[in-house]
């Protein structure tokens, strides 16, 4: 079973241990959490953020790190390392969960990534993100950069869906597997009803952080029910996670 750490006040369990999680003014989020064990941090965050997020045991190895960003899906890659598998659940009123499959701790299972100090992440400030802005790191050189763009691309106020759904068609060619898995996420929240072609299309991708973003934002009916199905063999053991999570093969 999957656990889902609601919102219910989270304490240190070691001797000596502190975690701390604060809300800024412009809606960002800053942890400090110093010899915590990973379970207590997370449910520290989800409680401050309510944020439900839900896990498998995490390992039992105390945390000494700093982590700083937008939302809490930054804070997870700060904690876990950035090919954390994570399973993100939106509405159309934003986040509102996050799975972290099993596999993320499976394939680290010493928490190497889990015991440096990390410094805190430089973030925009004055809330929202510009056009101006976003249209710069979707014309970076760097990967990463445009990646960010993407996500920041949804939270721009009044932009039409059909900029955003250019935008996202066009993220799709970039070369990069994680950009195209930023643009696909895009897609699914902005109109994943009416883009499940496209999503089960994503399913041949060679990168499976596409094809795990094509699980993830995938509606289940009759037309995507056999991509998800075929997902459930997938080479990629984080893809075969998510669609057995999404079929409830996995509980």
Known sequence: ????????????????????????????????????????????????????????QAPDRPVTISCHGQDVRPILRCLLGEKANLFVQYTPKGLSGVTVLASTFENNPNGDALAKLTEPASQPSGGLPTLEAVQEKLRSGDADERALGLELLGRIENLEAATLRAAYEEGLKDPDGDVRAAALAGIAVLDGARSSGLLSEAMNDRDPSVRLAAVDGMPINPETRPALEKALSDPDEAVRELAGLRLGVIQ
Not at 7 to 17: F, K, N
């Open 1 to 56: 079973m999957l656990a889902d750490t609601g919102h219910g006040e989270a304490s240190p369990v070691r001797s000596g241990g502190q975690v701390t999680v604060d809300r800024e003014p412009s809606g960002g989020i800053r942890l400090q959490a110093r010899d915590v064990p990973l379970g207590v941090v997370m449910a520290a965050l989800s409680s401050k953020a309510k944020v439900p997020i839900r896990f498998r």
